[in-house]
């Protein structure tokens, strides 16, 4: 695998996902938890090996053994996980439905998207997909129906931003402080 040293960060994650791919075990595959936890510590020492460059060409090879041994194992966690992930989109963008109960039983209680559903009688609500999302205004008519100018919205953000404690006076203040802090380390 070559990868470009050029930032280390993305190196980083480029490994971690070509990884993940691979290693993609769950605690449910698991018989205990002390099992699972040996599987994510040693998934970690490859990962930290490939990206700081030590022993990569016996990882390289442990990664290739994992792979041609789990083949049908990796497979299926995929189709899995993207099963889910097709199971969670459907979720969050299906329309909003919601039904009557009137016994007071948390049986038969529908949700749509963004909403919170019951997860157990006392128990904590969850949420249940993405909330719909609010329309900007901007652009477009006032609320009596004006068309705003250029001056009229530059006029409106000034004045919004004032109101959430942002100034031109701290931000050049912030920059010069920023600026000048470099020279005293």
């Known amino acids: 695998m070559v990868v ?83 199971l969670a989109m459907a979720a969050s963008k299906g329309p909003p439905s919601q039904t009557d109960n009137t016994d007071g039983s948390s049986q038969g209680i529908s949700v749509g998207a963004g909403q919170y559903a019951p997860t157990v009688v006392g128990g904590q609500p969850r949420p249940t997909g993405i909330a719909p999302q609010p329309v900007p205004l901007r652009g477009g008519p006032d609320m009596h129906g004006y068309l705003e100018d250029e001056e009229t919205m530059r006029i409106r953000t000034e004045n919004a931003s004032r109101a959430a404690g942002w100034s031109i006076e701290f931000s050049k203040k912030r920059g010069f402080e920023e600026a000048f802090a470099s020279f005293c380390v």
């Open 4 to 86: 470009s040293n050029i930032n280390p960060h993305n190196k980083e994650i480029v490994v971690r996902r070509r990884i993940a791919s691979i290693f993609n075990k769950r605690e449910d595959d698991f018989p205990s938890l002390r099992e699972y936890n040996d599987y994510l510590e040693e998934v970690e020492d490859m990962i930290f090996n490939l990206v700081s460059g030590d022993d990569v060409a016996a990882t390289e090879e442990k990664i290739a053994e994992y792979q041609e041994e789990n083949a049908d194992l990796i497979l299926v966690n995929q189709a899995r996980k993207a099963e889910e992930l097709a």
